[in-house]
């Protein structure tokens, strides 16, 4: 068990619709990063937060939206969904925003039909 | 663009043997690189880690190799137990603190018995 949390587990809805997941970082780390893992593809790197403010932004779609909030949880946007956005979504937490060791959530598997 | 390359989607060693799992990377911006290991159904895990500043790091039965001048890192395992069975990510990141993470697409290790 890494400590982070992430919720749900499994999701599925249909095109153009919105969903929020969600992340709980360890206790005591400040940053959150967000991952999305399409079917054979490696971990593409979408978004990292530390203590509340965006630091890095990787290939994040413009429907994709994400926020840290002050308890230091934090929120993945998805809108306007398409049949492709169905992927594993990871959230890692580690303790500072350097490139230490990030601690990974179980994910979140979105089903777009 | 795939700036961290793992060219191998799948290794078989038998259990006792050596595993070596290979990475090669474009960016020479990166200077800090690492290992994950997944298993079905959970998140990455943090393996090992090495600094550019070195050309080796172990940690038990897991050694990272990196050669700068090939931009080239290797993950041995000896001896490989069955339960090294996973999904092995390469990771790599970029000097200058608050940097994104770029991972590989993964090779998959089975460890026979």
């Known amino acids: 068990d890494s400590g982070v949390t992430q919720t749900p587990k499994h999701l599925i809805t249909a095109t153009g619709q919105r969903v929020t997941l969600r992340c709980s970082p360890r206790?005591?780390?400040?940053?959150v990063y967000w991952y999305q893992q399409s079917l054979d593809q490696g971990l593409q790197f979408l978004i990292q937060?530390?203590?509340?403010?965006?630091?890095a932004k990787g290939n994040i779609l413009e429907r994709f939206s994400a926020q840290q909030f002050p308890d230091l949880h934090s929120e993945l946007n998805l809108s306007s969904l398409e049949l492709g956005d169905s992927a594993l979504y990871f959230c890692?937490?580690?303790?500072?925003?350097?490139?230490?060791?990030?601690?990974f959530g179980p994910g979140t598997r979105l089903t777009v039909l | 663009d795939q700036q961290v390359k793992q060219n191998s989607p799948s290794l078989s060693v038998q259990e006792g043997r050596i595993s070596i799992l290979n990475c090669d990377y474009t960016n020479s911006m990166f200077d800090y690189f690492l290992w994950y290991k997944k298993y079905p159904a959970e998140g990455p895990t943090f393996l090992i880690s090495?600094?550019?500043?070195?050309d080796k790091n172990e940690d038990g039965r897991f050694t990272v190799f990196l050669n700068k001048s090939a931009k080239h890192l290797s993950l041995h395992i000896v001896p490989s137990q069955p339960g090294d069975s996973a999904v092995y990510f390469c990771?790599?990141?970029?000097?200058?603190?608050?940097?994104?993470?770029?991972f590989g697409i993964g090779t998959k290790l089975q460890v026979i018995p």
């Open positions: 937060y530390y203590n509340g403010e965006e630091r």
């Open positions: 090495i600094s550019s500043i070195k």
């Open positions: 206790s005591g780390d400040l940053s």
């Open positions: 890692a937490s580690s303790s500072s925003g350097v490139a230490d060791t990030q601690y």
């Open positions: 990771a790599a990141s970029e000097a200058g603190g608050y940097q994104k993470v770029t």
